[in-house]
């Protein structure tokens, strides 16, 4: 194992009815920047309960934070926040209100001339303004982690930033949220979470046995509670381990003394950036082909997760890495997901290319566990995905 340090400083509110609770979390004397995404909060009561749950505090509303959080709307709330000078914020939405309100907290703060520059040069964000976050959409892990992933429509970029200073104050997970999200982003929610799993866990055995073993319960949930989520999400008990295993997927646990990928992040985040498809969707599409590019450094841990996840148990460990990808790809083309990039576009040529190409402009000359896959190791992995 390696060595690591670990804080996540994080409060949650698990439950029914923690949402009334968010009072007690901000302090009196606050002045609130409440910020939510197109409008589902709106129409299935959430709305109704952080208003109440806040009506002795002072707040200003954002609205309108789009999927993909998208800079130029985040440079209006800045406005607001310097115009109102509010002091906390509350994000009531999935990852991408999250991660909106993540910039934001670092934008507040930052003194530099162009806030873009705290992505586009990677620069850590160690304090921010104070947030908290509702809750509405299990997926992304945003809720208990300190990333975020801002999108730029000019440019079509979509990049990360992060830093100590962006861990959310405290968040609500109430599991009675997920029943209104369409089935769509169910699917999304739990592909997502599948796959940051996936990232931390498919790399090569390092001794880890109690993270691979949390690794593994999660993913082993994950399946298990998938079909109960769908075809019912009122059902709170399938809920509440679906909205549990996708904050324990990412809030930093499972990734200590343990070498991490995420090349297929990376490489979905450009799919997003140039097609906008679906954050997860983009995943399922590079997953299977990184996995099968990857084999021979792979295959060990790929073989570990057909035996204890998937209960491949025959065969050798090439056969059962390999059986391991396919039960993968099945397993989200089963909730509907399609894994191929000429599913989502037609105008996929040249996709690989471009992203090698934005990648090389970005000195991103190692990617994944071993710090070796070049640019044109993506461009192999993309065009193995269309
Ligand atoms: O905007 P509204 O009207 O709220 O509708 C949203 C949106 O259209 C809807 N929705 C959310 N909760 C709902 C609901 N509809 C009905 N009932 C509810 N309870 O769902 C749609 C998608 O929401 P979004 O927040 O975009 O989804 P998700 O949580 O999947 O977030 C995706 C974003 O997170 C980033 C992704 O790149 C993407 O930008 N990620 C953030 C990460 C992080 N911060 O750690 C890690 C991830 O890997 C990911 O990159
Ligand atoms: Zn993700």
Redesign the pocket.
């Known amino acids: 194992m390696k060595n690591f340090e670990f804080k996540n400083p994080t409060k949650i509110l698990f439950g029914k009815g923690q949402i009334e609770n968010i009072k007690n979390e901000i302090p009196n004397d606050a002045k609130v920047l409440m910020l939510?995404?197109?409008?589902?909060?709106k129409?299935?009561g959430?709305y109704e309960q952080v208003s109440t749950a806040l009506s002795n505090h002072e707040v200003v509303e954002f609205g309108g934070?789009?999927?993909?959080?998208e800079y130029s709307v985040l440079m209006e709330a800045l406005k607001v926040i310097k115009e109102q000078k509010t002091t906390f914020m509350l994000a009531v939405?999935?990852?991408?209100?999250?991660?909106g309100t993540?910039f934001l907290s670092s934008a507040a703060l930052y003194d530099g001339k162009e806030p873009w520059d705290i992505l586009s040069k990677n620069i850590p964000t160690l304090k921010g303004m104070p947030f908290g976050t509702v809750l509405?959409?299990p997926?992304?892990?945003?809720e208990m982690?300190s990333?975020?992933?801002i999108?730029r429509a000019d440019t079509k970029e979509?990049l990360?930033m992060g830093g100590a200073g962006l861990f959310p104050v405290f968040s609500v997970l109430d599991p009675e949220?997920?029943?209104?999200?369409?089935h769509r982003?169910l699917v999304?929610?739990i592909t997502?979470a599948f796959t940051?799993v996936l990232e931390q866990y498919l790399t090569y055995p390092a001794g880890a046995k109690l993270q691979d073993r949390i690794s593994e319960s999660i993913l082993q949930t994950l399946i298990e509670v998938a079909p109960k989520v769908l075809e019912d999400p009122t059902d709170y008990s399938a809920a509440s381990n679906f909205m549990w295993s996708c904050t324990m997927a990412?809030n930093g646990l499972i990734q200590k003394g343990v070498p991490t990928d995420w090349a297929v992040?990376a490489m979905g985040?450009e799919l997003?950036a140039l097609f906008g498809i679906?954050?997860?969707r983009t995943?399922a599409v590079i997953a299977p082909s990184h996995y099968e590019y990857n084999f021979e450094t792979k295959k060990e841990k790929l073989a570990q997760y057909a035996e204890r996840v998937w209960n491949i148990t025959e065969g050798s460990t090439e056969s059962k890495a390999k059986a391991a990808i396919k039960r993968t790809e099945a397993f989200f083309n089963e909730m509907g997901i399609a894994t191929k990039l000429s599913q989502y576009t037609n105008d996929y040529e040249g996709t690989a290319e471009e992203i090698s190409k934005r990648f090389k402009a970005r000195g991103w000359e190692g990617l994944g566990e071993h710090q070796n896959l070049k640019p044109e190791d993506a461009e192999q992995i993309v065009k193995m995905a269309y």
Do not use: E, R
């Open positions: 939510y995404g197109g409008g589902s909060i129409k299935n959430i934070i789009p999927a993909n959080p939405g999935g990852g991408s209100v999250i991660d993540k509405t959409l997926a992304t892990g945003s982690n990333g975020a992933v999108t979509k990360a949220v997920i029943q209104s999200i369409p982003q999304n929610g997502d940051h990412l992040h985040h997003t679906d954050h997860a995943l």
